[in-house]
């Protein structure tokens, strides 16, 4: 009798695992459905305001295979970032942006070395013009799902993972401004002089030098905003505040 009720709780714990286990990937798969509804990215990681992508951080790598699942779907949405805008943004680009969140990954490594070259000038408008043609987005779910195969059974190892790393370029270890100056261009404007490694030059808005983009030049508050291409992150830089 007591091997039958041993038999019987036995059968009854598998039964309720499975029954757990199915019940979790019908909701992974219900949240994955919700990308449309992601109305924010953060920066650079911080705390956001958006209940869809927060619940699909706190997931983390169990909804993973999901999302590399909707890296092919093409229904257009609204560009959740926010740094520069793309208008032509898919559900399959805001779900590899949330697998990068989730692993710590880097977008440039999983594209072609002749589109990464691209990079350092375009930045990640080289990405948009990558995966434009449907064909280059069977191809990054495939390059993205071989690495976290090979990062989830590295880690069932018990061994850890450490992102991989494609980019050499970093920001200038001393940058500032020393002044603004009013252009004598007809456009008008304010031209801004800055000191980078002890080198200064003259820049303006829209202006480009060293893999950095000139995004904003504010003389009323003595602020330059630029961004570095390859990283494709934006820093504020202010004469008062000598803030990199």
Known sequence: ??????????????????????????NLS????KIQEIKILPFKGEPVEDEVYNEMIEAGDSIVPCLIDK???????????????????????????????ITGEDLRCFLPEDVRAKWKD????????????????????ENVRQLFDERSSYQKEGKTWEPIKCVT???????????????????????A??????????????ERFGGLEVMLVDAVNKCLVLRAVELDEERELCLSKEKT
């Open 1 to 26: 009798m007591r091997n039958w009720t041993a038999v019987f709780l036995m059968l009854f714990l598998v039964s309720c695992v499975a029954e757990h286990e199915s019940s979790a990937t019908q």
């Open 30 to 33: 219900e949240l994955c459905e």
């Open 71 to 101: 890296m092919t779907d093409t229904t257009l949405m609204a560009d959740p970032r926010q740094s520069v805008h793309f208008g032509g943004t898919r559900v399959g680009d805001v779900a590899f942006w949330v697998i990068l969140r």
């Open 122 to 141: 375009q930045g990640i408008y080289a990405y948009f013009g990558f995966i434009k043609d449907p064909k280059n987005r069977k191809v990054l779910q």
């Open 169 to 191: 370029w970093e920001w200038p270890d001393d940058i500032r401004i020393k002044e603004f100056i009013e252009s004598r261009e007809e456009s008008g404007g304010y031209i």
């Open 193 to 206: 002089i800055i000191e980078v490694d002890k080198k200064a030059q003259f820049v303006k808005e829209g």
